[in-house]
């Protein structure tokens, strides 16, 4: 099984609600895991 990984952890904690959304390590975390995600899905389907 291939799993994508990121350059973090794959997660974002926030304590009240917006605090993820603002934290902008967390988004380029995701940024970076849905890239890597669409990286493989495009190998895996050729």
């Known amino acids: ?9 794959n997660l974002g904690i926030g304590r009240d609600i917006g605090d993820v959304e603002s934290d902008a390590e967390d988004i380029q975390t995701m ?3 849905g890239e890597n995600m669409a990286w493989l899905i ?3 389907r050729q």
């Open 31 to 33: 940024r970076e895991l």
């Open 42 to 44: 495009k190998k895996t």
């Open 1 to 9: 099984m291939v799993v994508p990984g990121s350059n973090y952890w």
